[in-house]
């Protein structure tokens, strides 16, 4: 998009043009902006297709159902009779995402920011938000088996990109083979549940150590609400708040053993999938060039994850 297509947008909403407008490069799927007016600000978010954006739209009620903190819907339009796109302007959450300030936050901060998520787990680990979400979903949550197909639905994207950037070494691939087969009827039989999955680097907002909400309500998850952990692992393993954070996390969902093993390997199941991603050009926000530092960081953090699997 371009800045005089989001000035438009502004004047039909507004009637009046943004002071400035920023572009947020954190995020894969959409395109995002910040309006900044002489007062106040805005998120203004755009899409192509309608299904990209329009989850936000449909989730919003729950998340305020449960008294979890996210942005306003200000505007939005999805019929493109306008504007040649979707869109919706949100109000803006004071703060950042987790993920660019969690190493400045002291051992409080931390625990307090992970007892808010665990906090959000619970709520939606309730009946209240299971029975909205399967009342509005068009796809029927089935009792098992949704975190294995969703495995290997990840799987054959994982071999498909490798194919071609061989970014997934032959080590790497031996230990989640291994992991696959281990822990294969766990994934067929596990409860399969609503979650909301984005909860490690972005979209959880933080503004002076404390938490201020959630951002990006346009997807949530149906499998098992643990790959949503392992994922927090995935992006903070072998950083000392990392630990402290994630220690917090485990103690207020009271994971047992094996429960924090299964987080385990779901990290490194996110981490292989993270490391295809590589050399993949989803949008502007990314290069399409291979990182072979970020390749490498991979890679070490899942030699740690499995190491702690096997002790």
């Known amino acids: 998009m371009n800045e005089n ?46 299904d990209i954006l329009f989850g936000t739209h449909k989730h919003l009620p729950l998340f305020k ?40 936050l002291n051992h409080s901060q931390l625990r307090q920011v992970a007892s808010e998520i665990s906090n959000i787990f619970d709520k939606f680990n309730s009946p209240v938000a299971q029975d909205f979400l399967n009342d509005i979903s068009e796809i029927p949550v089935d009792d098992k088996g949704a975190s294995w197909k969703e495995i290997m639905n990840q799987k054959r994207t994982i071999l498909d990109r490798n194919a071609a950037s061989k970014v997934v070494d032959e080590e790497t691939l031996r230990i989640y083979n291994e992991l696959l087969d281990s822990f294969e009827d766990y994934f067929r039989h596990a409860n399969s549940r609503w979650y909301y999955d984005d909860l490690c680097y972005k ?20 499998g098992d609400y643990l790959s949503a952990v392992g994922t927090i692992m995935s992006s903070y393993q072998g950083e000392a708040y990392g630990k402290i954070y994630l220690d917090e996390i485990f103690k207020q969902q009271k994971l047992s053993i094996f429960q924090q093993n299964i987080v385990r390997v779901y990290a490194i199941l996110n981490l292989v999938l993270w490391t295809s991603e590589e050399g993949v050009k989803f949008n502007s926000n990314s290069s399409g060039i291979v990182n072979w530092e970020n390749v490498e960081r991979k890679r070490q953090k899942i030699a740690e994850i499995y190491q702690e699997i096997v002790a």
């Open 5 to 50: 297509q989001i000035e438009q947008v502004s004047e039909w909403v507004f009637k009046k043009r943004p002071l400035q407008i920023e572009k947020k490069t954190i995020g894969l799927c959409n395109e995002v902006y910040e309006l900044k007016f002489s007062s106040e600000s805005f998120i203004l978010r755009m899409n192509q297709q309608k």
């Open 65 to 104: 159902k449960l008294y979890i903190k996210t942005p306003e819907i200000v505007a939005e339009d999805y019929s493109k009779d306008h504007f040649p796109f979707c869109y919706h302007i949100l109000t803006k959450i004071e703060g950042r995402d987790l993920g660019l300030v969690i190493d400045t």
């Open 203 to 222: 979209n959880v907002m933080v503004h002076e150590g404390q938490f201020t909400g959630l951002v990006d309500l346009d997807f949530l998850c149906q």
